[in-house]
């Protein structure tokens, strides 16, 4: 677990989705399979004002497709 975290982190860094909202960048810089199990990069930059820190962060697996208007299902993931 710690090895494969520490290569990620020291690995190139791909920008995959950025979102921005009020001063806030969340950007999801790796996504990895190993298993079972989903490893995640994000970067997160505050530019506003306001000293933000970080209590909690859910994640959700969104089903289903873009191309066209249908019912999606999210799904939470647990984050270690």
């Keep these: 677990y710690k090895e494969r975290c520490s290569y990620l982190l020291e690995h190139n860094p791909k920008n995959l989705v ?3 909202k009020s001063g806030l960048r969340l950007r999801l810089e790796s996504m ?5 199990e989903v490893y ?3 970067d997160i930059k505050n530019t506003s004002a306001i000293d933000f820190e970080l209590g909690h962060l859910a994640i959700t697996v969104t089903n289903g497709s873009k191309k066209r208007r249908a019912s999606t299902q999210e799904i939470p993931m647990d984050v270690a």
Excluded: S
Excluded at 32 to 36: D, F, S
């Design 18 to 20: 950025t979102k921005r």
């Design 32 to 36: 990895t399979y190993h298993g079972n």
């Design 40 to 42: 995640l990069v994000i």
